[in-house]
T-cell receptor, first 114, second 116 residues
C-alpha cells in the first residue's frame, strides 16, 4: 500500500541532544512537508521541499534542520537549539503540480523532553 | 501574509443535528485552495473537502459541505446529520503558490464534540 511512514511513534530527547525524526513516502510525490502541532495552535510549517536537494524554511524553522537526498525521504532533525521541542510532529507529502492537491499525512511522532 | 482563523476552539452538537465550523482566511493571491481536514484522537489527518478560489459552486462531499463566501473570505464547513464518530479536531487549511512551489498553512482548529 502506498503511504507515508513516520518513525518512531514516540521519541524522548535529553537536554542538549539532537534527535532525528524519519519520514518516508512511496507515493512518488515531489513535495514533502514537516509540521509541528501544539495543543490549541494547530499545525505550523517547519520546513518543506519540492525537489530533491532543495528545501525551504517554513514559519518556525529555527532549531530544526532537514535534508532531501532522496525523493522518498525527508528526515527532520530537532537540534539542541530548539528549546521547546515537546510537540507532535507530522510529515506530509503531495503532488506539486496543481493547487487542488491534498496533503497525505503520516501517523506522526510525539517528541518529549526527558 | 497568509492567515487562517478558526474562532471556535470547541463546539458541541447533538447527534443527528447539523453543525457549522467557521473559517476565515486572508490572502492577496487570486488563486488559492481551501481544505478541511479531520483529526481523530488517534492523530491521523483525514482530508474531508476542497474548494478552489475560482469555483462557482460550493463543494460537497457526502455529509460535508463547504459554505464558500469569497467576498467575506470565509470557508465554513457544514456537517449534516452529525454522528458520534464525527467527534474530532477539524482544521481549515489554505494552499497557495504555483507549479513547483505550493505551500499549505493551517488554522488553530476546532474541537467538535457530538453528544448522544
Amino acid at each position: 500500500d502506498g503511504g507515508i511512514t513516520q518513525s518512531p511513534k514516540y521519541l524522548f530527547r535529553k537536554e542538549g541532544q539532537n534527535v532525528t525524526l524519519s519520514c518516508e513516502q512511496n507515493l512518488n510525490h515531489d513535495a514533502m512537508y514537516w509540521y509541528r502541532q501544539d495543543p490549541g495552535q494547530g499545525l505550523r510549517l517547519i520546513y518543506y521541499s519540492q525537489i530533491v536537494n532543495d528545501f525551504q524554511k517554513g514559519d518556525i524553522a529555527e532549531g530544526y534542520s532537514v535534508s532531501r537526498e532522496k525523493k522518498e525521504s525527508f528526515p527532520l532533525t530537532v537540534t539542541s537549539a530548539q528549546k521547546n521541542p515537546t510537540a507532535f510532529y507530522l510529515c506530509a507529502s503531495s503532488i506539486d503540480t496543481e493547487i487542488n492537491e491534498k496533503l497525505f499525512f503520516g501517523s506522526g511522532t510525539q517528541l518529549s523532553v526527558l | 501574509a497568509q492567515k487562517i482563523t478558526q474562532t471556535q476552539p470547541g463546539m458541541f452538537v447533538q447527534e443527528k443535528e447539523a453543525v457549522t465550523l467557521d473559517c476565515t482566511y486572508d490572502t492577496s493571491d487570486p488563486s488559492y485552495g481551501l481544505f478541511w481536514y479531520k483529526q481523530p484522537s488517534s492523530g491521523e489527518m483525514i482530508f474531508l473537502i476542497y474548494q478552489g478560489s475560482y469555483d462557482q459552486q460550493n463543494a460537497t462531499e457526502g455529509r460535508y459541505s463547504l459554505n464558500f463566501q469569497k467576498a467575506r473570505k470565509s470557508a465554513n464547513l457544514v456537517i449534516s446529520a452529525s454522528q458520534l464518530g464525527d467527534s474530532a479536531m477539524y482544521f481549515c487549511a489554505m494552499r497557495e503558490g504555483n507549479t513547483g512551489g505550493f505551500k499549505t498553512i493551517f488554522g488553530a482548529g476546532t474541537r467538535l464534540f457530538v453528544k448522544a
